[in-house]
């Protein structure tokens, strides 16, 4: 017998560089699809990470796109009808204007950007979404898991 399943909410949101993915990445990518039935994924493009740390070691968007696709399909088990991964070319994306989209799902450091999103969706007059925040996934050591350290260590080889 083959079951439904149902989903809190059609179309959630979510963005960021997704940058040699990782633990936290896997984290939030995995509340995204538990959430709703469509997972709109905004992936950041070079304009918005001049200034981030070891910028120069960045994966190109080519490459963090299929790192996602392989994730979302091949460890979640998400078919590409369920997901759509759309280039982020300045910090709000498709968030403020789309009226479909229903929550969006950050993590607790990227929970500011969240409440602004709600803000320029209020001013628009558009419906805020329902946030979902997730805690921040910690290593061994107790430290947050985070792109820009993992950076680090390869700028260090």
Not at 53 to 74: G, M, S, T
Request: net charge neutral.
């Amino acid at each position: 017998m083959e079951y439904k399943i149902s989903y809190p909410y059609k179309y959630v949101g979510l963005g960021g560089s997704f940058d040699h993915l990782h633990e936290g990445h896997h984290e939030l990518l995995q509340t995204a699809f538990k959430m709703g039935e469509k997972v709109g994924i905004a992936l950041t493009t070079n304009e918005l990470h001049f200034g981030k740390e070891i910028e120069e070691l960045i994966e190109p968007y080519n490459i963090r796109k299929e790192h996602l696709e392989d994730f979302i399909i091949n460890k979640l088990g998400k078919k590409k009808e369920e997901f759509v991964i759309m280039p982020l070319k300045d910090p709000f994306g498709v968030a403020i204007t789309d009226e479909n989209l229903q929550a969006h799902v950050s993590s607790l450091e990227t929970y500011k950007m969240a409440l602004k999103i709600n803000d320029l969706r209020m001013e628009r007059g558009l419906a805020p979404l329902v946030l979902i925040v997730i805690p921040l996934v910690q290593n061994e050591g107790g430290k947050k898991i985070s792109s820009s350290d993992i950076r680090k260590k390869i700028a260090k080889k």
